[in-house]
């Protein structure tokens, strides 16, 4: 059953959000007003972000408790360093050469397994800031391969003390979403790569077995939980099938293929609540 969305708010701006300090594709912050009216009854138990990315979500919520999972140990790396009180020292600069030369040391540190350093972690901020998009991709061999991103100005950030006092109270763990140890309390919200239908196996290496996977897990959860994805006709059915609560909601972004211009709409599927 396709619930109407009447009893979820406009999205509106949020006063207590934070920025996210990375560019991350996916990015959830349009959600922050919807999931703020269904965890604040529940702000008692801890926030589980199964999928962080960005950290729109925690950002934007401001939970006393989470724990922030994503497969990505390079993200989580950089947000460890701010939990420590990371201050940036190289060089910040928006210059194609020095761009590479910072891919390139990267690489070095990942090929010689220093990859959760200090440093790695300055040049990842730098890579994301100043690479195509805000992209994270890595070629067979394991090498950061975004190519240089063209901008009219990149604006840098050295010190993250904002960020460091809410990340002191949280836990990241950089797992696959199967591995997170759950409590059976816990708020679980779940914002995977997107499904892309007729496909098995999207560009992220993030297949239908997964979206599977992902839905029969959360669907074992006794505590409140909360999947985002795009709303295909496959993904309704599967999170029908297995007695979630559907929301449709219409994304920011556009169904650009089919020329119409149609807002793109998105499923909350949401259970114990
Ligand atoms: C749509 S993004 C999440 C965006 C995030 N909600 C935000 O607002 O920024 C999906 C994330 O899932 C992560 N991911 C992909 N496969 C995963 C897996 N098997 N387990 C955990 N995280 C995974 C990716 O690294 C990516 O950051």
New binding site residues.
């Given amino acids: 059953m396709i619930q109407p969305l009447l009893d979820l708010p406009e999205a509106s701006s949020d006063q207590r959000s934070l920025s996210?300090p990375l560019k991350?594709?996916?990015?959830?912050?349009w959600?922050v007003p919807y999931l703020s009216s269904l965890y604040e009854p529940h702000r008692r138990r801890r926030w589980v972000?199964?999928?962080?990315?960005?950290?729109?979500?925690p950002l934007g919520l401001k939970p006393d408790k989470a724990l922030l999972?994503?497969?990505?140990p390079h993200?989580i790396n950089f947000y460890k360093w701010i939990q420590k009180g990371l201050e940036i020292t190289i060089p910040l600069v928006y210059d194609r050469e020095v761009y590479y030369a910072y891919r390139r040391r990267f690489n070095d540190l990942i090929q010689q397994g220093l990859w959760q350093t200090k440093e790695a972690a300055e040049l990842f901020y730098y890579l994301n800031r100043t690479g195509y998009n805000g992209l994270?991709r890595f070629n067979q061999k394991g090498e950061f391969n975004v190519p240089f991103g063209k901008y009219k100005k990149v604006n840098y950030q050295r010190r993250f003390a904002d960020y460091q006092e809410i990340f002191q109270k949280w836990e990241f763990s950089s797992?696959?979403?199967?591995h997170v140890p759950l409590q059976t309390d816990d708020f679980v919200y779940a914002?995977?790569?997107?499904d892309v239908e007729f496909t098995k196996y999207s560009p992220?290496?993030?297949g239908w077995r997964?979206q599977v996977d992902l839905a029969k897990l959360l669907a074992q959860h006794p505590g409140p939980v909360v999947i985002?994805n795009q709303a295909t006709e496959r993904i309704l059915r599967l999170y029908r099938e297995l007695g979630y609560e559907l929301h449709l909601l219409p994304a920011p972004r556009r169904i650009s293929c089919n020329g119409d211009r149609q807002k793109a709409l998105e499923v909350l599927a949401v259970r114990n609540l």
């Fill in positions: 996210p991350w594709a996916g990015g959830k912050r959600l972000d199964l999928f962080a990315g960005g950290l729109a979500l999972n994503d497969i990505n993200l994270c797992l696959d979403f199967r914002d995977p790569p997107y992220e290496g993030f997964d985002s």
